[in-house]
């Protein structure tokens, strides 16, 4: 392209000067791009609240409504960002295993040497960052108190929607506040995520009872913030580590995750509005591709922790008081670690040992295989212990490319089964794809009763 488009500079020597042809394409270029992408690439949230809202609770939500919650949830993150960064992108511990995966690819890609990949030093990284224009923090604070502000305003003025107070919006800042540094740090050393949606459906629910709307909305704004304001100090730290100036990525980012809401919520308003029966299960044609089980799920949660109430189920009123003993241990584990390390100093493999991580890992559990972990534990020894430690040069060189090679292999098959199968509705019947695992689970359990295909009793 650079050797074909014009490379006339139009408006010359006016702020608003500009070129189709800056250069040849390069590395950072590439970066920036993937940067715009991530920044959409995700689900975004609040739609699960419209589509709650309008389909299931049959309630009206005006367009505008919806608009304020999408970007003010999308965007409300960078604050948490702006005040984090010094923490969680600059110092060396904070190395981010993700973007190592993506910093090889790049390099790869545009062969160059893999000493620039394993430089780790962050003090290295922050002197050559200094050269370029940094992002002054009065940007971050301009979009967190207007993104508050605007928070406040919406929830409310437009109280008959969204059921949620003024106090509620500040009450979810504080949760996210108080939790972005803390998951941060366990993101960017281990690459693991922990979410908030279940802890702040618990904190409201307990507060507000009776109201599954103002629960929804509570959960979005305390659980997404933090999720967004993750995923953009990850994408700070892989422009520190490929040498992208700050200001760009800040315009990348914030362009990219705007234009992705929008998209989003266009998309979604004109399915609700153009698909009959969209989400019922029960009126929809069987085999029908929007039954929406992720707003299901969604729904349903809101009743249970909104409509019925944190203390009906889970409180002095409920049946399950005993669970919340579960948070106790939960906040104990990790020191009883840390002593074990202090009392026996000479036993290394005790610091290695992290809570969060080993706690978190249960968290796909439930909805999970015997395959998916076995296979997680199966590669994770193999390329963390086994060639980590018998091959090193190999390890260094093919580790995080393979990584994004089994990601992209991943992606790259789920796209090519869909054009194969899914189009030509080919569909693969066997006793796992059941909805709970056992076919005879629906057949009769008293005598005398014959239903074909069940045995009789």
């Known amino acids: 392209?650079?050797?074909?488009?014009?490379?006339?500079?139009?408006?010359?020597?006016?702020?608003?000067?500009?070129?189709?042809?800056?250069?040849?394409?390069?590395?950072?270029?590439?970066?920036?791009?993937?940067?715009?992408?991530?920044?959409?690439?995700?689900?975004?949230?609040?739609?699960?609240?419209?589509?709650?809202?309008?389909?299931?609770?049959?309630?009206?939500?005006?367009?505008?409504?919806?608009?304020?919650?999408?970007?003010?949830?999308?965007?409300?993150?960078?604050?948490?960002?702006?005040?984090?960064?010094?923490?969680l992108v600059e110092p060396a511990a904070m190395w981010w295993p993700q973007n190592l995966v993506q910093v090889s690819l790049f390099r790869e890609m545009w062969q160059l040497s893999k000493s620039a990949i394993q430089e780790k030093k962050m003090d290295v990284h922050t002197k050559l960052m200094r050269k370029y224009k940094q992002v002054p923090q009065w940007w971050f604070m301009c979009i967190l108190v207007i993104n508050i502000v605007a928070s406040i305003f919406t929830c409310q003025y437009y109280n008959d929607q969204l059921q949620l107070p003024w106090w509620g919006v500040l009450l979810a800042c504080c949760i996210?506040?108080?939790?972005?540094?803390?998951?941060?740090?366990?993101?960017?050393?281990?690459?693991?995520?922990?979410?908030?949606?279940?802890?702040?459906?618990?904190?409201?629910?307990y507060l507000y009872p009776g109201y599954p709307v103002a629960n929804i909305c509570f959960k979005v704004y305390g659980n997404i913030s933090v999720k967004q304001g993750i995923t953009f100090l990850e994408d700070f730290k892989l422009g520190h580590y490929m040498k992208i100036p700050p200001r760009f990525m800040f315009v990348v980012q914030v362009v990219g995750t705007v234009v992705a809401a929008l998209v989003h919520l266009g998309t979604a308003w004109w399915l609700m509005d153009s698909i009959p029966n969209i989400c019922d299960r029960e009126l929809l044609p069987a085999g029908s591709p929007w039954t929406c089980p992720g707003d299901h799920v969604f729904y349903d949660a809101s009743v249970i922790w909104g409509l019925i109430g944190t203390r009906r189920i889970f409180g002095?009123?409920?049946?399950?008081?005993?669970?919340?003993?579960?948070?106790?241990?939960?906040?104990?584990?990790?020191?009883?670690?840390?002593?074990?390390?202090?009392?026996?100093?000479?036993?290394?493999?005790?610091?290695?040992?992290?809570?969060?991580?080993?706690?978190?890992?249960?968290?796909?559990?439930?909805?999970?295989?015997?395959?998916?972990?076995?296979?997680?534990?199966?590669?994770?020894?193999?390329?963390?212990?086994?060639?980590?430690?018998?091959?090193?040069?190999?390890?260094?060189?093919?580790?995080?490319?393979?990584?994004?090679?089994?990601?992209?292999?991943?992606?790259?098959?789920?796209?090519?089964?869909?054009?194969?199968?899914?189009?030509?509705?080919?569909?693969?019947?066997?006793?796992?794809?059941?909805?709970?695992?056992?076919?005879?689970?629906?057949?009769?359990?008293?005598?005398?009763?014959?239903?074909?295909?069940?045995?009789?009793?």
Request: hydrophobic share 50%.
């Open 1 to 87: 392209m650079a050797s074909t488009i014009t490379d006339r500079v139009f408006f010359r020597g006016r702020w608003w000067e500009f070129t189709l042809n800056p250069g040849p394409f390069n590395v950072k270029e590439h970066v920036l791009i993937t940067i715009f992408a991530n920044s959409g690439a995700g689900n975004v949230y609040a739609i699960h609240l419209v589509s709650a809202v309008k389909i299931f609770y049959k309630k009206n939500m005006s367009f505008l409504v919806a608009f304020l919650v999408v970007i003010t949830t999308q965007v409300l993150g960078f604050g948490w960002a702006g005040l984090f960064r010094r923490y």
């Open 316 to 457: 002095d009123l409920g049946h399950y008081s005993a669970i919340n003993w579960f948070f106790l241990a939960g906040a104990i584990a990790p020191v009883l670690v840390w002593l074990a390390h202090k009392a026996f100093p000479d036993r290394q493999w005790i610091r290695l040992i992290t809570m969060p991580v080993l706690l978190g890992a249960t968290l796909n559990m439930p909805p999970a295989t015997a395959v998916n972990y076995t296979s997680w534990i199966l590669i994770g020894f193999t390329s963390g212990f086994i060639a980590y430690r018998y091959y090193r040069e190999w390890w260094s060189r093919h580790n995080y490319v393979l990584s994004g090679a089994l990601d992209a292999g991943l992606a790259f098959m789920g796209v090519l089964l869909y054009f194969c199968f899914g189009m030509e509705h080919i569909g693969l019947n066997w006793w796992g794809s059941d909805s709970d695992g056992c076919p005879l689970a629906s057949c009769p359990t008293v005598g005398g009763v014959i239903v074909d295909g069940c045995p009789l009793l």
């Open 176 to 205: 996210a506040l108080f939790f972005t540094l803390p998951v941060g740090v366990i993101k960017a050393t281990t690459n693991q995520m922990l979410t908030l949606n279940v802890i702040t459906e618990y904190i409201i629910g």
